[in-house]
Each structure stands twice: as C-alpha cells, then as structure tokens.
C-alpha cells in the first residue's frame, strides 16, 4: 500500500500579508491594497524595472530572511539579485519590525554585511536551506549570482 506525502509549499505573499495587523498604517497611509504590493511598488519605484522581476525577487527575499530567522547561526548567504529584495524588506523598518516580531521571536535580527564577497557555494547551499523550509527556491535568480554572494558578519549577535 502506498502512502501519499503531501507537501505544503510557504507562501511568502501571505507571509507578509500576514503582518498588516501589526503595521496597519502601512498600506491604509499610502492607499495600497497590502503589503505585498506595497513592496512591489517600492521595489519598482527604486531598483526594478519589470514587475514580475520585482514579485520574483520580493519572495526570495522573504523566503532567506524568514530560513535565516528560523535558523540562526547556520551558515547563510544571498547573491546580488536575491539581496536586492532582503535590503527591501530591512529599509522598511516598521514592516521588517514586524517581521522579526513574528519570526525571530521579537528579537531584531541584525544585517551586517562583509566589505568582500564570498566565492565558497555559500549561495547554493542557501538556496537548499530555503527548500528545506518549505519555500519553492526560484533557481534562477539564485543561480545568476551562485558564485558572488554579499555574506553577513558572523561576530554580530544574530545577524544574517
């Protein structure tokens, strides 16, 4: 007898969404409909140009921040394309607040970039740690920056 296995995938859209009630101002100051498009929008105005580019690089984001929350200490990386959405979610500090209210226990989970890059795997094996925690990974835009990651400062208490 067989036994069906039936996997979930996380969703980073309702991740976020599932934080407007702790920054309602959010989207009802700025006239969005939530705070996935509120983000989109941001990414937009700022450093992307194509929309579905901008969905793409949002959920990655979400999905590292969120295995890197779950997972402190272990060993993480993003490259450049994938970073642009992470730095997305910290600039918008109450969202990013949320965030780690919700995912890190309420504790602040601290960016702290290294002046080099690293050259180790260090992305493609984040990109597995992110599977492993239920997200679909976008091969992608993990691949187009593999060997190029902007890694975190260890030495900074749970950092990422």
């Not at 779950?70 to 990386?77: F, Y």
């Not at 209210?101 to 960016?111: L, M």
Request: net charge negative; proline share 4%; with cysteine.
């Amino acid at each position: 007898m067989s036994t069906a296995v039936e996997t979930r995938t996380r969703d980073p859209r309702t991740i976020l969404n599932a934080l407007e009630e702790r920054v309602p101002h959010l989207v009802t100051d700025v006239g969005v409909v939530d705070l996935w498009e509120r983000e989109v929008r941001l990414l937009l105005r700022d450093s992307v140009a194509v929309r579905s580019l901008a969905e793409r690089i949002l959920g990655q984001g979400i999905a590292y921040v969120v295995t890197a929350m779950e997972n402190p200490g272990t060993d993480m990386g993003v490259g450049y394309t994938v970073d642009i959405g992470v730095h997305q979610l910290i600039l918008d500090t109450p969202l990013y607040f949320a965030l780690c209210d919700a995912h890190n226990g309420g504790r602040y989970k601290h960016h702290a970039p290294l002046v080099e890059r690293r050259r180790d795997g260090v992305v493609a094996r984040t990109a597995e740690l992110i599977r492993a925690a239920g997200f679909a990974v976008d091969d992608e835009l993990w691949a187009t920056d593999a060997s190029d990651c902007s890694p975190c400062n260890d030495k900074v208490p749970d950092s990422h």
